[in-house]
């Protein structure tokens, strides 16, 4: 039976840290006095009085979240946060409800599409709002992933477990201890991403909410041609912090607490640093090869897009979809990778391609010596057939997703390259689709209400890792 309690109590203090957040946007419409403070009051008072309403509900002496408790409760954390994150886009912007929540999800879940424009000259109010969903969301994930995730086994991610995930009382400090190790973390990389843009030629406004949508691999941006409007300092600053959000922020904390270089050691990491190298080095040779950018050009912008998609940030500064056919096909594979299992990203992850890949090596050599024994190890750790299968029903779950969400977007109209990129890049946190529409320097305002139901669903499916929400569609989680 579901805790139905502990879960509504949880909400209410979601609710409430929410509304916390709330108060600096407001606070900035009110010392600036540009506009935004009436409309962000009043979503303060309603988000607070709804905090309350849950915690006095909800409150219990003591209480207990089983394994179906949590899988309930992290679907439900995302859909209430966005339905009252979603009430300054409606009340400032006066857009639809429809509107609002797409932007208020891909806002939490770190994805970056939009469905707004006219940035540059729009409330400092709601663009600040924007940034802290996106650094809230980021974080939020990274906690989830190092603490949530494995302990409910979901795509394979047993193999990060730690004493972060162990839900025992006994470990429970030691679990919060590393949960705010993480957060520091991440505000001091945050810190040193404000100072990098604004040394690169940002202003203090402009720096601060960049340095909140890059470390939480996001997105947005206060400027409608995102960070074309920016200097090539800002692009190297910027490729730089999107790589450092697109690693494991749990060995940035080993690594302090050890005072080694973890980070170095990880195969994860590895991987995905040869990955950025190879692809970085393959497409500034193509387009520096086709003369569509000088050679020096084509080494920043071939980094900062690769980097952008890789860590599904999505930040727009060209139009990729219009180099050629290779890049576009090379960057479509890019958007499924993602970074990092517990990074701010999203996609498939690296190490759920290397497992893949070692057990692809590890069947080979059992057909060419079926006697033979090969145990399989990522990192130092088994991998188990429970691993194994988790991470099978993780990646099959991805493709169905996509497929069905491709057929779905034709449906209603949209191209084969806008369908089926909308929903790669909606499922794999990225941002950008393809195609003039929904591509880099595009948004998403003009989709019928339907797909961006649609999208951002799949928003919610690829942030939470698909199983997190798709269980709950099963009728037996349901019984007792």
């Known amino acids: 039976m579901i805790n139905f309690k502990p879960i509504l109590f949880t909400l209410g203090l979601t609710l409430s840290k929410l509304a916390l957040f709330m108060w600096l946007p407001t606070l900035l419409a009110f010392f600036t006095g540009t506009p935004g403070l009436a409309e962000f009051l009043a979503a303060v008072i309603i988000t607070h009085a709804a905090a309350f309403l849950c915690l006095h509900i909800g409150h219990k002496a003591q209480f207990r979240l089983g394994v179906r408790d949590m899988f309930v409760l992290t679907s439900s954390v995302w859909v209430v946060a966005c339905i009252f994150g979603a009430l300054p886009f409606v009340f400032i ?76 009382d006994k470990d429970s400090p030691r679990a919060t201890n590393v949960a705010k190790n993480i957060v520091v973390v991440y505000l001091v990389l945050t810190l040193l991403c404000v100072i990098s843009y604004w040394l690169s030629g940002m202003t203090p406004f402009e720096a601060i909410n960049h340095a909140m949508t890059t470390l939480s691999t996001g997105g947005f941006s206060t400027s409608d041609a995102s960070m074309a409007h920016f200097s090539n300092a800002a692009h190297w600053v910027a490729s730089l912090f999107m790589f450092l959000g697109g690693l494991p922020f749990l060995l940035y904390v080993q690594s302090l607490r050890r005072r080694e270089m973890t980070l170095l050691h990880d195969s994860q990491v590895r991987g995905f640093t040869l990955l950025v190298v190879i692809t970085t080095a393959m497409m500034s040779g193509w387009l520096w090869y086709k003369g569509i950018f000088p050679f020096p050009d084509a080494v920043r912008i071939s980094l900062f897009n690769i980097v952008s998609i890789l860590t599904t940030t999505g930040y727009g500064l060209t139009d990729f979809g219009v180099w050629s056919h290779f890049t576009t096909v090379l960057f479509i594979f890019l958007m499924l990778f993602g970074a990092c299992s517990g990074s701010t990203a999203g996609g498939i992850k690296i190490f759920r391609i290397q497992v893949a890949g070692a057990l692809f090596q590890k069947q080979a050599r059992q057909l060419m010596h079926p006697a033979g024994v090969f145990p399989q190890k990522y990192n130092g750790r088994p991998v188990s057939d429970h691993i194994v299968r988790s991470i099978v029903a993780f990646v099959l779950g991805y493709a169905v997703v996509i497929v069905v969400s491709a057929a779905l977007l034709g449906l209603l109209g949209l191209t084969p390259l806008e369908a089926i990129s909308g929903s790669i890049t909606a499922i794999s946190n990225v941002g950008p689709g393809l195609g003039p529409v929904i591509g880099p320097l595009g948004n998403f305002a003009s989709l019928p209400d339907a797909a961006k139901w649609i999208l951002a669903f799949d928003m919610m499916l690829g942030r939470l890792e698909i199983l997190t929400v798709a269980v709950l569609f099963f009728p037996s989680f349901w019984k007792n």
């Open 93 to 168: 912007n006066q857009i639809s409800f429809t509107d609002a929540y797409f932007e208020t999800m891909s806002g939490v879940t770190t994805t970056g599409s939009t469905v707004l424009s006219g940035l540059d000259n729009m409330a400092p109010s709601i663009l600040l709002w924007r940034s802290i969903l996106q650094w809230l969301g980021g974080v939020g994930f990274i906690v989830l992933a190092v603490a949530v995730l494995p302990y409910l086994n979901v795509g394979g991610m047993k193999l990060f477990q730690t004493e972060s995930s162990d839900k025992s």
